[in-house]
C-alpha cells in the first residue's frame, strides 16, 4: 500500500520541480537585476534561518505521532551518509594526503538541503502531514550532530597550531555552536515539547508557529535562487574535475547507496522491505548540497570557490535528477508487456521533449546574439543543435498524433544518430583547432552535414531492407518491440563515434595547453608569446588585442570581433555525449545479447529509461554546457531595462540601437 501512495504521489512531483526551480530563477533573476540588494537579502535570510525554519520544525514535532516512525530508515540514512563520510575522506587523503580538504568534501556529500529544497518539495508532492515529510525533521540532524562534528575536528586539527588549549577552544566553540544551531536546538525542544504536551501543544501557541513556518515554503526556495548570484563564475576549468568527482558521489553514488542501505536494515529488523520506504530513500538521496557548507568552507578557508560552484551544479541537476529518478521508480513496477510501462515512457518522452526544445532554442538565441555560429567550432554545435531537436519533435508529434509509431522510431533514430556522428566530427575538428589547422568552406560544410548525411543513408538502408522483407505495414500501437538489423547499426554507429570521440579527448587533454588558442576561420589569426603587459585596443583602432593566458591573438578589423572556440567547454560537451553514446551502446547490446532471454528485469528497464533521456534529450547536454554563456540574452535585457528606467525619472532622451544593447553583451565574452 506504501508503494502504491509513493507511486501515485510522483504524479505530483513534475509541477511541484517547476514551482519550486521557478521560484530560484526569480530569486536569482531579482539577485542578478539587483532588485534585490545584498541588505534586503540578509535580512530576508534571518527571517528563513531565524524565525520561519525553527518554528516549522518546532511545531511539526512537537504534534507528531512519534510512533508512525519507521526505526530502519533512520538507521539506513546514518549508515548510509557514514559510509560516504568515509569513503570521501579515505579517497581524498589517498589522492592528495589534505585532511582540511577531506573534511569539507565530506560534508558537501552528506550534509543534504532537507529543509531547503527538500521540505517545499514533499509538503507539495504528499502533504504536510505525510510521515516522509517528519522523516526529514529527524534525519537532518545526522549530519549536524554526528558527522559534521567530525570533520570540524578534523578541520582543526589541520591548521597549523600548535598548542593544545587552542585546540580545545576551538573545539569547545564547534560545540557551541551546534548547541545555538537553530535547527538542532529546535529538534530537541519539539522533541521535548511533544512529550510534555503529549502532541497536543496550547492552541495559541500552534496557530502562531503555523503562520510563522507557512512563509518557508515560498522564502526558501527564492533565498537559495538569490544565493546563487555570482555563484557561476566559480565553475572554471581548473575546478572541474573535482567537481565532477564530487557531483558523482552526490548525486549518483550517495542515492544508490541510500537505497540499498535502508532495504538491508529494513529487511533484517522486520523481515520485508517496504518498497515505498526504500523508493523514498532513493528520492533523498537525489536531494541537493546544503548551503551551509559553503559558510564551513569560508570559515576555514578551505576551497571556497569550488565548494560555492559546486553546490550550485548540484542544485540545478538535482532537479531532472529527481524527476527521472522518479519515473525509473515508478517504471521498475512495471514488467515489459504491460501498456503501462509504454504509456510511462512515452509520458516521460514527451516531457523531456518539451524540456529539450525549450533548452536548444535558448542556447540557439545565445549563439546568434553572441555570433558564435559564425566560427568553428560552433558552426559544428550549432549543426549539433538543430540536429538534435529531430528526435523530441518526433516525440512531439506522436503524442498529439500527427505521425504513426513507425515514423517516430524512423525520426527518433535518425536524430540520434546524426548527432552522435557529428559529435565525432566535432571531436576531430577540435583537434584540427589545436594543431592550429585553418578551416576551408569546403570542410565547414561537409563537417556540417555528414552526420545527417550517413545517419539518412543508414536508416534508408534499413526502412528498404524492411520493406522488402515483410512488405509495407503501419503500426498504429507502440510498442517496446525492436529489430535485429536496427540493433546492429546502432551498435556498430555508437561504437565507432564512441571510438573517435573518446580517443579525441584523450588528444585533447594531453595536448591543449589551456585558452590559449583563438579561431579565426583563416590563416590572418597570428598567436604569438606576449610577455609584457598589453592594453587593450579601443574599439577604433585597426587591430584588436585579445590576451589569453601569455597569449596574444592577433584578428584583422575584417574579422570584426575576436571568438574563442571554448575548448574545454566542447571537450565537456563531448564527455556527456560519450555516456549518451554509452547508454545507445548498452541498450541495442543487451538486446542483442538477451533475445532468447527474458528481458524482463530491472537492469533492463533502467537501460531503456536512461537511453530515453540521454537520446531525446541530447540537447539538453548542450544546454547545460553552454547555458553559462547566459550574458548573451541578460545583459541586453539589463541594458534595455536600465535606458526604460532612465527614460521614467526622465535622464534619456533617444532609445540606444539594439546594436548597442547586443554589443554590450559581445563585450563580456
Given at each position: ?272 522491505v517496504d518498497r515505498g520506504l526504500v523508493n ?126 513507425e515514423w517516430q522510431k524512423f525520426l527518433h ?257
Amino acid at each position: 500500500m506504501e508503494d502504491d501512495n509513493f507511486t501515485v504521489s510522483l504524479e505530483q512531483l513534475l509541477p511541484t520541480l517547476l514551482q519550486i526551480f521557478l521560484t530560484m530563477l526569480l530569486g536569482w533573476i531579482a539577485g542578478h537585476f539587483k532588485l534585490i540588494g545584498n541588505t534586503e537579502a540578509r535580512g530576508l535570510n534571518i527571517f528563513v534561518g531565524k524565525f520561519s525554519l525553527p518554528s516549522l520544525i518546532f511545531i511539526s514535532l512537537a504534534t507528531f505521532d512519534f510512533s508512525k516512525i519507521n526505526v530502519a530508515f533512520l538507521l539506513g540514512i546514518f549508515a548510509a551518509k557514514l559510509m560516504v563520510f568515509t569513503f570521501v575522506v579515505l579517497v581524498e587523503i589517498v589522492l592528495t594526503k589534505d585532511i582540511s580538504k577531506a573534511a569539507v568534501y565530506a560534508i558537501f556529500c552528506t550534509q543534504t538541503n532537507d529543509f531547503g529544497m527538500g521540505l517545499p518539495l514533499l509538503d507539495a508532492v504528499f502533504g504536510k502531514n505525510h510521515v516522509y515529510v517528519s522523516y526529514l525533521y529527524l534525519a537532518a540532524p545526522i549530519s549536524l550532530l554526528v558527522l559534521n562534528p567530525i570533520g570540524f575536528i578534523m578541520l582543526e586539527a589541520s591548521k597549523k597550531t600548535e598548542s593544545k588549549k587552542n585546540i580545545f577552544k576551538s573545539l569547545l566553540l564547534v560545540v557551541k555552536g551546534l548547541a545555538l544551531n537553530p535547527i538542532v536546538s529546535m529538534t530537541f525542544l519539539g522533541v521535548v515539547a511533544n512529550l510534555l504536551f503529549q502532541g497536543h501543544p496550547p492552541e495559541f501557541l500552534r496557530f502562531l508557529l503555523e503562520k510563522l513556518g507557512a512563509a518557508f515554503g515560498a522564502c526558501a526556495p527564492f533565498t537559495l535562487g538569490l544565493s546563487m548570484v555570482g555563484k557561476f563564475q566559480h565553475i572554471r576549468g581548473q575546478n572541474m574535475p573535482t567537481l565532477f568527482g564530487l557531483m558523482i558521489i552526490k548525486c549518483i553514488l550517495s542515492p544508490i547507496v541510500t537505497h540499498c542501505m535502508v532495504g538491508k536494515i529494513h529487511k533484517s529488523l522486520f523481515g520485508f522491505v517496504d518498497r515505498g520506504l526504500v523508493n523514498f530513500s532513493f528520492l533523498y538521496g537525489t536531494f541537493p548540497t546544503a548551503l551551509g557548507v559553503m559558510s564551513y568552507a569560508n570559515q576555514y578557508n578551505v576551497s571556497s570557490e569550488l565548494v560555492s560552484a559546486g553546490i550550485v551544479l548540484c542544485t540545478i541537476v538535482s532537479a531532472p535528477l529527481m524527476y527521472v529518478s522518479a519515473q525509473i521508480l515508478k517504471i521498475l513496477k512495471c514488467t515489459v508487456t504491460d501498456y503501462t510501462l509504454i504509456v510511462s515512457m512515452k509520458a516521460l518522452d514527451f516531457n523531456i521533449a518539451i524540456a529539450t526544445i525549450c533548452g536548444v532554442l535558448i542556447i540557439l538565441l545565445i549563439f546568434i546574439l553572441s555570433k558564435k555560429f559564425m566560427f568553428m567550432p560552433h558552426i559544428i554545435t550549432t549543426s549539433i543543435l538543430l540536429q538534435s531537436m529531430v528526435a523530441p519533435m518526433a516525440a512531439i508529434l506522436l503524442t498529439c498524433k500527427a505521425i504513426s509509431c513507425e515514423w517516430q522510431k524512423f525520426l527518433h533514430d535518425f536524430g540520434t544518430l546524426s548527432v552522435q556522428i557529428s559529435s565525432a566530427v566535432l571531436a576531430i575538428s577540435l583537434i584540427m583547432i589545436i594543431k592550429r589547422k585553418p578551416f576551408n568552406r569546403v570542410q565547414q560544410i561537409t563537417a556540417v552535414f555528414v552526420g545527417p548525411i550517413i545517419s539518412a543513408m543508414v536508416m534508408l538502408a534499413l526502412s528498404i531492407y524492411k520493406l522488402s522483407a515483410n512488405g509495407f505495414s503501419i503500426q498504429l500501437r507502440e510498442t517496446l518491440g525492436h529489430e535485429t538489423n536496427r540493433n546492429i547499426a546502432t551498435v556498430t554507429i555508437n561504437m565507432v563515434a564512441l571510438l573517435v570521440t573518446s580517443t579525441s579527448l584523450l588528444f585533447i587533454y594531453r595536448n591543449n595547453k589551456g585558452d590559449n588558442i583563438c579561431s579565426c576561420n583563416s590563416t590572418s589569426c597570428e598567436l604569438r608569446s606576449e610577455t609584457s603587459s598589453v592594453s587593450e585596443a579601443s574599439l577604433g583602432s585597426t587591430n584588436e588585442l585579445t590576451r589569453s593566458r601569455g597569449f596574444v591573438c592577433r584578428v584583422n578589423v575584417d574579422q570584426e570581433h575576436f571568438h574563442s572556440p571554448q575548448i574545454f567547454r566542447h571537450s565537456l560537451l563531448l564527455m556527456l555525449m560519450c555516456c549518451s553514446m554509452i547508454a545507445g551502446l548498452t541498450l541495442p547490446l543487451w538486446r542483442l545479447a538477451t533475445q532468447l532471454l527474458q528481458t524482463d528485469t530491472g537492469a533492463y528497464k533502467v537501460m531503456l529509461s536512461l537511453n530515453m533521456v540521454l537520446s531525446t534529450g541530447q540537447g539538453l547536454l548542450v544546454f547545460s554546457v553552454f547555458i553559462l554563456d547566459c550574458e548573451f540574452i541578460l545583459t541586453p535585457i539589463k541594458t534595455a531595462g536600465t535606458w526604460v528606467k532612465e527614460k521614467v525619472k526622465g535622464e534619456k532622451e533617444n532609445f540606444p540601437v539594439l546594436s548597442a544593447f547586443l554589443f554590450s553583451a559581445w563585450e563580456s565574452e
